[in-house]
């Protein structure tokens, strides 16, 4: 105990310490990202104090469905934290010199675990720790609870529940390494990554938003009158499923079953606790060989390399320079598990997105008020636009700090940095420019050709605007010491662009409202639908996106050529 | 080929390179010298344009190269002494990428590194990805990668870190070779019998200011005094 709080001690300096020196610089913009913060939490407090005003008071979706929706967006978080732990976790289990340098130290291996679990949970759950707070705290004000129910649902609900997710991260992580060992790292992934699918697709089935909207929407406006569509047993299973009835029993006054609740998260989260740290007690340093030997047999270069598409030594139409960036950038991305794993997991994602969303024509045809239709169209776009951000963030955020340490050679070298970004830029936007495309369309053809026409133009100018901030942020955030691109894409600067993101979000709100709810009153009405406002309202994002692209890619360059 | 004028650079208050002038010839091997801290990276990372001068000028070949940086770089060869590469690259993918860098065709590019791992002596490992090479192993693939495009200013900082005897021969002769064939080289180094033995120019710089700067003859002649090595001389001047 005594060793461990001394580390903890060290690595708490550690942080103060490389907040750099206080001076008028670092205070400012110390109080911006504060401030940053504080706009993004009461953003979000007041969005789900809208939201729940809306489904309760205008829909009337009643508070047991109202729950059951808590608990389909709890089980999203769920995953978020348990599969963003599992990633994370590899890199800061075995792959940080700290592990190295302790694992020579006198100190135990459960100790070393705890150590980097900590280190990572707290790492990439923040924002998310965040968010959740900012919803907590509408939902307090909107039920009328008293002001000390934030900090105790957040204590004793919240952070059990992401803990049970992070713990279970940190297990699977080290028992598919444990298994890797005997029956080799491909045959282990995939069949946890088979039954991370099946989880999700039986979720899904068990408790299929879709097919809960459905049922519901046929009562709709009377929604009240609704109480037959009960989920399966199965799910009651789940952390989600206990934070939802948790909260329900709290709203409705009936505290003694709610306490059931938060008694059982309490104890299943000390219990995974209990035993993530017996599984490291008895496997960190043995996947920690592991790892080792998989990294080694991974690097064992074969020694013909003309069989590797992107092989330099493959004759190229392209010219030299560009053909080695290109070249580089597909090896590297394709040799770093954590950058094709996260992309499969994040494509998987958008793959169920899809297959959801493309049996929701059920509700659109049945409905017939524009104001519902407004909204299902702007929540399906803005979704659509939170994964392109999602992506973004992810993959073109780290771009410039994945210049990494070898920048001495780019810098070095007889080159146009800003014909080099934007090569390197250029194939990332490509991937996410597709994918949104291709989402867009997916989402949108049901409403009609010219307004799906209209939403594939402003999804591009989205994705150019989303592109280029997250590539001038992480040219102003970059850090060339982190290796680990998740680590550079849950950093503060990743938070803060991911904010802008948020106010983007709504920007777009604002401006797409009244032009799509005029659209679908001018066709329900049967007058000849004018476009022209949607014609405007694309004129204006696109010029928008010309003005940020500009500012963020010429910014980015700048940053990208400073003193190193 | 180099020529540094009036070269300063601040860290905000602190003055890392103070006012250096300094004039080095195709075929002049310089050898740069000073303690730890004294400016030698941060004047090395000026000449290759990692860093931007506070006042004063870098000018290469002609070019200077904060004003006409691609001409001017691609006259240099670099190595750095910690030379981080790329760790999921193999050693001979990182030295097609740097080919790439600098427009060698492919055909040539082939040719020049087979030479260049005959050469350096690097073919029994130069498939392997670079996480797992020694200090020693990135150090010479650097060295490959800075000779590709035939430098005419090659540009070292403290090359013989971690390398073996029989690796640190292998450099030194390539140095010498590349200087005698006309290539100008500005060494940075704490091995004072690297200098001597391979240096034909000598500088020390202490607290960020050049305090000695001259041919070898003249170190010659301050052998004949009190300062019978350079090592001796250069505890001295730097004490």
């Known amino acids: 105990m005594k060793v461990l709080l001394h580390i903890i001690k060290f690595k708490i300096l550690f942080v103060f310490k490389s907040q750099g020196n206080f001076n008028l610089s670092s205070a400012l913009k110390s109080l911006g990202v504060i401030i940053v913060y504080t706009i993004f939490a009461i953003g979000v407090y007041v969005l789900a104090k809208n939201i729940i005003g809306y489904l309760l008071e205008d829909v009337k979706i009643g508070m047991y469905l109202f729950h059951r929706f808590i608990f389909v967006v709890l089980f999203i978080f769920f995953m978020a934290v348990n599969i963003g732990n599992i990633v994370v976790s590899y890199s800061t289990f075995f792959k940080t010199k700290e592990v190295d340098f302790l694992l020579t130290k006198p100190i135990s291996f459960a100790k070393i675990f705890l150590i980097k679990f900590f280190d990572n949970f707290f790492y990439s759950s923040s924002t998310l720790l965040l968010i959740i707070s900012a919803v907590i705290a509408s939902y307090t004000f909107y039920f009328d609870l008293p002001w000390y129910f934030i900090p105790l649902s957040v204590s004793f609900l919240i952070l059990p529940f992401m803990f049970i997710a992070g713990t279970l991260g940190a297990i699977i992580l080290l028992v598919i390494l444990r298994v890797a060992a005997s029956f080799g790292i491909k045959k282990v992934l995939v069949t946890i990554a088979s039954v991370y699918a099946s989880a999700t697709i039986l979720f899904y089935y068990f408790s299929s938003p879709v097919k809960l909207v459905t049922k519901v929407f046929e009562y709709f406006p009377n929604i009240n009158n609704y109480f037959g569509f009960l989920e399966n047993p199965v799910v009651k299973l789940l952390p989600n499923h206990w934070v939802a009835e948790a909260l329900y029993w709290i709203t409705t006054g009936k505290i003694g079953a709610a306490g059931w609740y938060v008694y059982l998260l309490i104890i299943v989260s000390v219990l995974f606790f209990l035993f993530s740290l017996l599984i490291a007690k008895k496997w960190f340093y043995k996947t920690w060989l592991v790892f080792l030997n998989l990294s080694s047999e991974l690097s064992v270069k074969k020694k013909n390399n003309s069989n590797e598409i992107f092989s330099f030594e493959n004759n190229s139409s392209l010219k030299p320079r560009r053909e080695a960036l290109i070249k580089r950038e597909l090896l590297l991305f394709i040799r770093e598990p954590s950058q094709w794993s996260h992309f499969v997991v994040m494509i998987f994602l958008i793959s169920i997105f899809i297959l959801s969303i493309s049996s929701i024509d059920v509700i659109i045809l049945k409905s017939y008020d524009v104001y519902l239709k407004t909204l299902i169209y702007l929540v399906i776009y803005l979704f659509n636009v939170f994964l392109i951000a999602s992506l973004s963030i992810r993959f073109i955020f780290p771009l410039v700090s994945l210049e990494g340490e070898t920048i001495w050679k780019v810098r070095s070298a007889p080159l146009n940095y800003k014909k080099l970004m934007l090569t390197r830029l250029l194939i990332y936007f490509l991937v996410i420019f597709v994918i949104g495309q291709v989402l867009n369309f997916v989402s949108n053809y049901q409403f009609s050709i010219l307004l799906t026409a209209i939403s594939q133009l402003n999804t591009a100018f989205v994705t150019i605007t989303l592109v280029s901030i997250n590539f001038g942020m992480g040219a102003m955030f970059a850090n060339y010491k982190e290796r680990n691109p998740i680590r550079v894409a849950s950093s503060q600067g990743a938070s803060i662009t991911f904010l802008f993101t948020i106010i983007y979000l709504v920007f777009l709100i604002i401006i797409l409202f009244a032009p799509v709810s005029n659209y679908f009153y001018a066709m329900e009405r049967g007058s000849s639908t004018s476009i022209s406002q949607l014609i405007y309202t694309s004129l204006m994002l696109g010029a928008v996106t010309l003005i940020f692209s500009y500012l963020s890619i010429s910014k980015g360059v700048k940053y990208f050529n400073q003193d190193i | ?239």
């Not at chain 2, 070949?61 to 001409?71: H, V």
């Not at chain 2, 005419?152 to 005698?180: F, R, T, W, Y």
């Open chain 2, 1 to 239: 080929m180099l020529v540094l004028s009036n070269l300063t650079k601040k860290f905000g208050n602190f003055i890392a390179v103070n006012n250096i002038n300094l004039e080095i010839s195709e075929g002049d091997f310089f050898g740069f010298l000073g303690q730890n801290g004294a400016g030698k990276t941060t004047t090395i990372k000026m000449i290759t344009g990692l860093y931007a001068p506070t006042n004063g000028t870098v000018q290469i070949g002609g070019f200077d190269i904060q004003k006409n940086p691609i001409e001017a770089k691609s006259l240099i060869g670099y190595i750095p002494d910690q030379p981080f590469l790329y760790e999921k690259l193999t050693g001979r993918e990182f030295l097609y990428f740097c080919g790439g860098l600098y427009k060698i065709n492919k055909a040539n590019l082939k040719n020049k590194i087979e030479e260049t791992i005959e050469e350096l002596k690097i073919g029994e490992w130069v498939d392997k990805r670079t996480e797992e090479y020694s200090q020693g192993m990135r150090q010479r693939i650097a060295i490959a990668s800075a000779l590709l495009h035939n430098p005419k200013l090659i540009v070292v900082d403290e090359p013989m870190i971690g390398l073996d005897p029989q690796s640190a021969l292998v450099v030194k002769n390539i140095l010498k070779q590349k200087a005698s064939e006309g290539a100008a080289i500005f060494m940075s180094t704490h091995s004072l019998n690297v200098a001597e033995e391979i240096c034909s120019r000598i500088g020390i710089i202490k607290d960020g200011q050049m305090i000695l700067e001259d041919r070898k003859e003249i170190v010659e002649q301050i052998r004949g005094t009190d300062h019978h090595n350079l090592e001796s001389l250069f505890l001295h001047l730097t004490k």
